[in-house]
């Protein structure tokens, strides 16, 4: 048990790995701790720079250590269809270099999971006193986020909503701590020395930093994982340390209490976000209609069995955005298994889904051991976040469950010795090539990097152009006019230049994080049209066009520079282009508007006018006629409520509510296809009833006004 002795006997049939291979697979889980400051992506690509660095480096210099590769488990067969498939599916995905760059990301745990095979890093006692350490660390920093106003370190782990520790978004750090909170209490039980404290100490802050994170899906999934952990037997062992299990649930309740009780400063609780009432986060727990609203609008988008394409769903997602705003590259459902559907259809979501029965069905075999325990409750755990979040750009939580997987595959039946001959020749080549290729991906990514933060500098300084060309317009001093009306065309400029040097250098090949370039390309885009310079404006819209089709934005701006350059033959394809893509819009009406007045121009005035009159049926009208009619005295309950048919393609949702109750959130009937609405017999006598209409259309909704009615008690 001492020293870098290991903790779990290696079977016979395997050599034992060098004392010094843990530290290989330890660099790699340091990636948590990664972060760059100033940049868009100062998290996910700083994370997979150093994923795919360390996981490179180390699959090189394993690849010249006594080792072998493992035979192909079903689980592993299962993955490596998921990520065939996916690769096919860019045949038919509309922006196939998104799907292969978000591919490239999964790459990297998949590899890290050959890697941490051959380290056998769970076998070192040396290991999990430093992971303890690295946790703990990550956690402290996260509730240091949440109790001191300007914390040092909050400007270099940027993110959203605090806490978040070093994970840019506390969902994701929420995450990254419900699988690896098992395996601290594991080794606290486990092990014998002092330094057991560390692993307990770890836990209290990781569990304090779940409570106070107020992230439901991390809760279901401890609470699950824990049960896992029962009901395989996990209280027998329990009972072997009865005296730490005890320390533990104490730890964990005043754990609890004292998360509930800290109180942030008050800069910090604006930081905290919609997240700052407890009852209503407990309430929603067990409320599955938020996040079944969330998801239902996003069926019926892609085809049923192939799907969108890997990584694709946004692109066929955002023209059914009604408000015209563009979904990004990295939207996604937050439930990995219907964002499997979304991306590879049904298809994809079978072997998605067998994947992960897979790895249930390998912890359950795995059981027996107290650290096949742990691993089996951040599997577990990590299943039930997936119901309510996505693992994608969770690089350290990718990262570290790669090597969950192969500590509970390590334990497989020894090899043929034809087998071991076959493997010992094919595993240096393997680790070698697949180090090279991280290696050299990890290079790219560092490109990217680069990139952020050139690009970042000049949305900074063509914003500052922007600003002040605005308060130049609007300036009463004439004086001061002047100056502004001088310095702005001068910042301009440099803008300018530095776009243009960007665009002839480092811009010229990049591959990874398409999500980050194309926010870029569509900000700077609609900048650079704002500032007068519609040379730059164009080209960085086609660039983000290319990487995401559906960019209304950047197609509209490509449109009217190909109209106001005079060139109406390619005008008129782009405009058609958009009309087939986002429809007869009549709220949004650049593609309808343009495309009917340029063929009035070529003398077209037919398809024209026909243009002109397709948008009028999907103008959304308000709610009318009602009946019963407005303040009528009932005779008995009606049978049914109706009101004036509205425009095509239009569903309601009627919403009815006692008078003196306050309006409910959520309608009675839902999606009616017809304007009526058939009414229960269980409505009160003597009793004034709301009700009122959201009429849905393709392109905008319009709510009722609120009518009602009294049901008067009738005679026996």
Not at 218 to 228: D, E, I, R, S, Y
Not at 391 to 409: D, N, Q, Y
């Amino acid at each position: 048990m001492r020293g870098g002795g290991p903790i779990l006997n290696p079977p016979l049939s395997r050599p034992a790995p060098a004392r010094w291979r843990w530290i290989v697979w330890f660099f790699c889980c340091l990636s948590v701790l990664i972060a760059l400051p100033g940049m868009m992506s100062g998290n996910f690509l700083p994370k997979s720079a150093w994923a795919a660095l360390s996981i490179g480096v180390g699959s090189i210099i394993l690849s010249f250590q006594p080792s072998r590769l493992r035979r192909l488990t079903p689980a592993g067969f299962i993955w490596a269809s998921y990520l065939a498939w996916a690769i096919l599916s860019l045949t038919w995905a509309p922006s196939p270099r998104a799907g292969i760059e978000r591919w490239l990301m999964f790459l990297i745990p998949t590899l890290g999971y050959i890697l941490a095979a051959n380290s056998r890093f769970w076998e070192r006692r040396n290991f999990w006193i430093a992971f303890s350490l690295l946790v703990g660390l990550v956690a402290l920093i996260g509730l240091l986020q949440y109790l001191v106003t300007d914390f040092p370190l909050d400007a270099w782990f940027q993110g959203t909503a605090v806490p978040r520790a070093t994970l840019g978004q506390r969902n994701y750090a929420s995450m990254y701590f419900t699988v690896t909170l098992p395996f601290l209490l594991w080794f606290w039980l486990r092990d014998k020395g002092p330094t057991a404290l560390i692993a307990l100490a770890a836990a209290g802050l990781v569990s304090i930093f779940l409570v106070l994170a107020r992230t439901r899906g991390a809760w279901l999934g401890t609470m699950v994982g824990l049960g896992f952990v029962l009901l395989a037997g996990g209280g027998r062992k329990l009972r072997r340390h009865r005296g730490k299990a005890a320390i533990s649930a104490v730890l964990l309740l005043a754990a609890l209490a004292g998360a509930v009780l800290l109180k942030p400063a008050e800069q910090v609780r604006e930081k905290i976000g919609k997240k700052r009432d407890w009852s209503a986060i407990v309430a929603s727990v067990i409320d599955p209609r938020q996040r079944l609203d969330y998801w239902k609008p996003c069926l019926g988008i892609t085809p049923f069995l192939q799907g969108a394409g890997f990584g694709n769903f946004p692109v066929l997602a955002t023209p059914h955005i009604k408000d015209g705003s563009v979904k990004t590259l990295n939207w996604e459902v937050h439930n990995d298994y219907l964002q499997a559907f979304l991306d590879l259809g049904m298809v994809g979501f079978l072997i998605f889904s067998a994947f992960c029965l897979a790895l249930l069905r390998l912890a359950w075999r795995k059981r027996g051991s107290g650290m096949s325990l742990a691993a089996g409750a951040a599997v577990v755990g990590l299943l039930v976040m997936q119901f309510t979040t996505f693992t994608s750009e969770k690089m350290s939580t990718l990262v570290w469950m790669a090597g969950v997987v192969a500590l509970l595959t390590s334990e497989s039946a020894a090899d043929s010795p034809r087998q071991k001959q076959e493997n010992s020749r094919s595993k240096k080549f393997f680790l070698l090539g697949s180090g090279i290729l991280l290696v050299l991906l990890a290079g790219s990514i560092v490109r990217v990097i680069a990139a952020d933060y050139t690009l970042h500098g000049i949305l900074e300084e063509a914003g500052s152009a922007l600003t002040l060309r605005e308060q130049a317009a609007r300036e009463p001093n004439q004086e001061r006019r002047q100056r502004l009306t001088a310095v702005w065309p001068r910042i301009r400029a440099s803008s300018l230049d530095m776009m243009e040097d960007a665009r002839d250098g480092m811009l010229r090949c990049l591959w990874f994080d398409a999500n980050m370039r194309h926010i870029y390309f569509h900000q700077l885009a609609e900048l650079f049209f704002k500032i007068k310079a519609p040379y730059q404006s164009e080209w960085l819209s086609r660039a983000a066009l290319e990487l995401h089709p559906a960019d209304r934005a950047c197609l509209s701006m490509i449109a009217l520079g190909a109209l106001r350059g005079g060139r109406a033959q390619e005008a008129e394809a782009l405009l058609r282009r958009g009309l087939n893509l986002f429809g007869p819009n009549p709220y949004l009406s650049f593609f309808s508007d343009n495309l009917s007045a340029l063929l009035e121009q070529t003398g077209r005035l037919e398809e024209a006018q026909a243009i002109r009159l397709e948008m009028e049926p999907y103008r959304v009208k308000r709610p009318s006629s009602p009946f019963p009619p407005n303040w009528t005295r009932m005779a008995g309950p009606p049978e049914k409520l109706s009101w004036e048919e509205n425009s095509r393609e239009t569903v309601y949702d009627l919403y009815m509510w006692k008078n003196g109750e306050s309006h409910p959130s959520q309608p009675i009937l839902r999606s009616l296809t017809k304007p009526e609405a058939e009414l229960p017999d269980s409505l009160s006598p003597n009793t004034v009833y709301l009700w009122r209409v959201l009429c849905r259309g393709r392109f905008t909704s319009q709510t009722g006004p609120i009518w009602s009615f009294r049901v008067e008690e009738t005679s026996p």
